[in-house]
């Protein structure tokens, strides 16, 4: 796995197939987003047949039809319970499309990960164990000078 993300043989830009996993994930997460408006209508009509059955029932009760009453309770409840299935389906759509952000998130940083080590490696492979010694011997023999100027 780790082998594919930070070494393995890679594509070259542009060439087919690169792209297409991200264009699924961005089509996927347009759809959630399009499914996720639809049910949320549907639930704003669940909603309103709910109240619209609870009202007919209270006026039945006031006309004493009580027969009548109790079916539109009964047709309320239908809704109540129809509603809670809408409810769940846009918790899973909602979940499914943090899932998908999520994974787009970590692509990306996997992928600065990757460029950092390489630009890494390609900094320790230009830097020499010379160039460091020397820079090192200088900054020790400007300390020693700034000690002794300190001194005196």
């Given at each position: 796995?780790?082998?594919?993300?930070?070494?393995?043989?890679?594509?070259?830009?542009?060439?087919?197939?690169?792209?297409?996993?991200?264009?699924?994930?961005?089509?996927a997460m347009?759809?959630?987003?399009?499914?996720e408006?639809?049910?949320e209508?549907?639930?704003?009509?669940?909603?309103?047949?709910?109240?619209?059955?609870?009202?007919k029932?209270?006026?039945?009760?006031r006309?004493?039809?009580?027969?009548q009453?109790l079916?539109?309770?009964?047709?309320?409840?239908?809704?109540?319970?129809?509603?809670?299935?809408?409810?769940?389906l846009?918790?899973?759509?909602?979940?499914?499309?943090?899932?998908?952000?999520?994974?787009?998130?970590?692509?990306?940083?996997?992928?600065?990960?990757?460029?950092?080590?390489?630009?890494q490696?390609?900094?320790m492979q230009?830097?020499?164990?010379?160039?460091?010694?020397?820079?090192?011997?200088?900054?020790?023999?400007?300390?020693?000078?700034?000690?002794?100027?300190?001194e005196?």
């Open positions: 796995m780790f082998k594919k993300l930070f070494g393995g043989p890679q594509k070259a830009p542009g060439a087919p197939g690169t792209s297409q996993a991200a264009n699924q994930t961005i089509n347009q759809s959630l987003g399009e499914r408006e639809q049910l209508k549907k639930k704003l009509l669940l909603e309103k047949r709910m109240n619209d059955e609870m009202e029932a209270r006026e039945f009760t006309q004493k039809k009580k027969s009453a079916m539109c309770l009964k047709k309320k409840k239908m809704f109540e319970q129809q509603l809670e299935r809408m409810d769940a846009i918790s899973r759509v909602m979940e499914q499309g943090s899932m998908l952000e999520e994974q787009q998130t970590t692509i990306g940083v996997l992928s600065s990960m990757q460029d950092a080590a390489k630009a490696k390609k900094t230009e830097m020499k164990i010379e160039n460091i010694d020397s820079t090192l011997e200088e900054i020790q023999e400007v300390g020693e000078q700034m000690r002794v100027i300190n005196a």
